[in-house]
Every structure is written in C-alpha cells, then in structure tokens.
C-alpha cells in the first residue's frame, strides 16, 4: 500500500517543477490560482490506481498517461512525443521514414485515413482517404492510443502486416496484407499532357519540395521548347507538411500579397508571410485540383492562390485543418506537439474546420476512383477538432524515340480518360489559355 502523503508529496513535487514553466506566462497575464480540489482529486485517483488497480502500474506510465490524456482533450492534433517518434517527425519532414506512407488521425477511438502518400506501399494497396483502420494484423484499435497505433504499423522493411479496413458503401470489411518499406518520398513530379499544357503533382510539403517543382517546371518548359501555356498543380490527397515549404510554393505564382497568416492566444505566434515578386509561369493560366484529403500546407496553398485570384480551384471542400502545430523539444529527448494557432488565408478567412471551397466544384467520378466523391473524412469530423475561430460553421535512335514518344502519349491519354477531375481542369485550362491569348492580342 503506498501511503497517500508520499503520493501527495510527488503530485506537489510535480506540480511545483511544472509551475516553474509558467513563468513567462504569468509576467503576461495575472496570476491565477491553483485549482486546489481537482488536484486534490487528482492526486486521489492516482492514488487508488496505485493501490488498488488489478495490475501494479508504474508511476512513470501513469504520469505518461496523464500528460497524453492533457493533450487529447485538447484537439486531434496536439500530442507528447517520445524521443523516437520526435526523431521520425524529423525524419519524415526530410522526406524520408519507414513505414507505410500513410497519413492517419483519430476519430471516436478509430484510425481514420487522411490520405496514402503517392508510390508508397498504403497508395499501392489502394487504401483510401476516409477509410477506418479497424484492425491491425488481427488486433482491434478501438481506443488505441494514435502513436501506438502508428507504432503497430512500422517495422523492419520487408515484413508483411495486415490492415482490416471499413469503408463506406462496402458492407464487408477488407483485409489488406502490405509490405512495411523505407518510404523515400519523391514530393513532386510533373508531365506534359499536351503541347503547352503541364501536370505538376505534390503529394507531401517537406523542406526540399519548393526547389523540386521549380526544377520541375524548368523541365517541362525545355520540354516545350519555351514557356507553358498552363499548368495543372494537383494538391489532392496531399496531406500538408512544412509550413515554409507551402509558403515558398504559392510565392513561386504570386507577384505581392500575403500569403498566409497565422493568430494564437499569444502574440508571439502572429506572423505575416508576403510573397515576392515574380511568377514562375509568368501569369499562365494556373488550376488546382484539390479533395477531402488535402490538408494543412495544402489549404495554404489554394487558399493563397485563390485569394489572390491567381489560379482556379477546382475539385472537391479540403480536410480543413487550419491550426499550427508547434513542436517543443523537451529535456527527455522527446518533444510536445501542441496546438498554438491558426491559419488565415489573405482575405483573412480561416480555414480550420471549414476548409477552402473549391471555385469549381467537381468531384471524381466512381469509376475511376470509388469513394473519391467528396466523401472523405475531414477535420470537422474529428472528436474534439479545434473550433473555427469566429462566428461562422465552423536518348534512344528516332524510331525508338518516336514509339516511346507514342506510348507515352497513349499512357497520358488513358490518364486523363480515366481521371474525371484532371480531364475536366485540361479542358478548363485550355478555355482560359485561349482566352488569355485573345486578350493579349487586342490592340490597347
């Protein structure tokens, strides 16, 4: 039996060492109480799980657990991160991490699927935005804990694990066996789908994806024999990453303006990005494809354009995760993940919860990509999701050459037939391409 002084001496230990952190807090604002009865009853439960629980429990487990239980009461997103996982956050930002290549979050005490990272094992297997992870290899995750559940699924490259899935419209769940891999993610690629018009895709923000479209977009302007006539920039399925990389990307458009902006309860966090001048494209006609599983960094990015009505939205309402994860390294080698802003776009719109609306809304069809139709999950699904924030709802011979230049075209055609939603932003870029040439054709 362990005495209840000696828990209450270590909860007021606790408490004091804590208190030492707010002191910067407290030179800004008055100096509140301490809230004397919860920590009483505090100390009381833990207390009686120290006595009298079925199983002996450590009391570094428990105050784990309590920290981890502060955190997920606040929003999905902020959470305490041991020294390993901060070393894969800090990994996985470089663009390269084990695992599946598959972004998840919580939801009622499920995994739910933001969205799979392109040419990884999860995007192979065709897992999909909005589907639940309600097993992991036989084991159920209701009430799992998000880190351990991502934990689960990582493992040495080259060993198998099997994912039970729940998807809407699907009576029956699905087993899906994937391959655990080292996931190098190449964030951008890009093709010309016809003469004058280029497709440029970005499946994660990570610190080097700014300098890889540019080099992208150089490429297919050689490609081209000269400056495109349109491009198609895809931010479906992309669910966010580095802010800066964002910022930089959407700067690679825009001439002047702001870019995004961020507000937290300390004014330390107010910050201001403003683009500089020049435009990658020179003022070409810009669409972007955007769904339910863009998020985050990808917000930032059609929010931003569209803002400044420099490029057409076009696709389905974004994941709406407007909100700015602040990592803070702690003294054990880990890290906390917290929550300590929002994201404005430049006409001051916030996008949490509520997403960027596309300015043409098309979604995909079910042929192509069943369960793409705007049926995904987004943040203002998840339990506890951080409120808005104002008023509103929340070189070969030439023979060789020529016949992979015909296959090619082929694979690009069968791209577009099957892909509704890319088809429909070529078309679009056409119409506003021939437009543009009109204009600048008039005599002033």
């Known amino acids: 039996m362990v005495p209840f002084k000696k828990i209450t001496r270590l909860l007021t230990s606790l408490f004091a060492?804590?208190?030492?952190?707010?002191v910067y807090a407290q030179d800004k604002a008055e100096n509140e109480p301490l809230p004397l009865d919860e920590l009483q009853v505090f100390a009381e439960v833990f207390g009686k799980i120290k006595?009298?629980?079925?199983?002996?429990?450590?009391?570094?487990?428990?105050?784990?657990?309590?920290?981890?239980?502060?955190?997920?009461?606040?929003d999905p997103h902020s959470t305490f991160l041991e020294p390993e996982a901060f070393k894969e956050v800090r990994i996985s930002t470089e663009g390269k991490f084990g695992g599946l290549g598959i972004e998840v979050t919580t939801e009622d005490g499920l995994i739910k699927v933001v969205a799979p990272i392109d040419g990884t094992p999860a995007a192979d297997a065709d897992i999909r935005s909005g589907d639940i992870i309600v097993m992991i290899d036989g084991k159920p995750v209701r009430g799992m804990d998000l880190r351990d559940a991502v934990d689960s699924m990582r493992g040495e490259p080259g060993t198998q694990i099997v994912l039970t899935i729940s998807r809407e419209d699907t009576p029956e769940l699905i087993e899906m066996p994937l391959i655990r891999a080292i996931i190098k993610v190449a964030s951008v690629r890009g093709e010309m789908l016809e003469n004058g018009f280029a497709y440029a895709r970005i499946s994660s923000f990570q610190s080097g994806t700014s300098n890889n479209l540019r080099t992208q977009i150089d490429k297919l302007m050689k490609q081209n024999d000269g400056e495109l006539d349109g491009l198609i920039?895809?931010?479906?399925?992309?669910?966010?990453?580095?802010?800066?990389?964002?910022?930089?990307?959407?700067?690679?458009?825009?001439?002047?303006?702001?870019?995004?902006?961020?507000?937290?309860?300390?004014?330390?966090?107010?910050?201001?990005?403003?683009?500089?001048?020049?435009?990658?494209?020179d003022g070409a006609p810009l669409v972007v494809l955007v769904n339910g599983g863009s998020a985050s960094a990808s917000e930032i990015v059609a929010g931003a354009l569209q803002?400044?009505?420099?490029?057409?939205?076009?696709?389905?309402?974004?994941?709406?995760?407007?909100?700015?994860?602040t990592v803070i390294p702690m003294n054990n080698g880990g890290a906390l993940k917290l929550t300590?802003?929002?994201?404005?776009?430049?006409?001051?719109?916030?996008?949490?919860?509520?997403?960027?609306?596309?300015?043409?809304?098309?979604?995909?069809?079910?042929?192509?990509?069943?369960?793409?139709?705007?049926?995904?999950?987004?943040?203002?699904?998840?339990?506890?999701?951080?409120?808005?924030?104002?008023?509103?709802?929340?070189?070969?011979?030439?023979?060789?050459?020529?016949?992979?230049?015909?296959?090619?075209?082929?694979?690009?055609?069968?791209?577009?037939?099957?892909?509704?939603?890319?088809?429909?932003?070529?078309?679009?870029?056409?119409?506003m391409s021939l437009v543009r040439s009109r204009l600048m054709a008039e005599p002033n």
């Open 17 to 22: 060492a804590a208190s030492l952190s707010m």
């Open 51 to 74: 006595n009298e629980y079925v199983d002996e429990a450590s009391d570094v487990d428990l105050l784990r657990d309590a920290i981890q239980g502060m955190l997920n009461g606040l």
């Open 233 to 281: 920039l895809d931010l479906r399925n992309n669910p966010g990453g580095v802010l800066n990389s964002a910022v930089d990307v959407s700067d690679h458009f825009l001439e002047q303006g702001n870019i995004v902006a961020t507000r937290g309860r300390d004014s330390t966090m107010d910050t201001s990005y403003r683009a500089r001048p020049g435009d990658i494209l």
């Open 307 to 325: 803002d400044h009505e420099r490029a057409i939205i076009m696709g389905t309402r974004t994941f709406g995760k407007g909100s700015v994860q």
């Open 340 to 431: 300590t802003a929002r994201y404005y776009t430049p006409n001051d719109r916030s996008i949490q919860a509520r997403g960027i609306e596309p300015d043409i809304e098309v979604k995909q069809r079910e042929l192509s990509e069943p369960g793409q139709d705007g049926k995904m999950v987004r943040e203002s699904d998840l339990a506890g999701h951080l409120s808005n924030g104002d008023d509103a709802d929340s070189v070969e011979d030439e023979t060789e050459a020529t016949e992979g230049s015909k296959k090619e075209k082929l694979e690009l055609s069968k791209l577009i037939k099957q892909d509704y939603q890319l088809s429909e932003a070529l078309n679009l870029l056409k119409g």
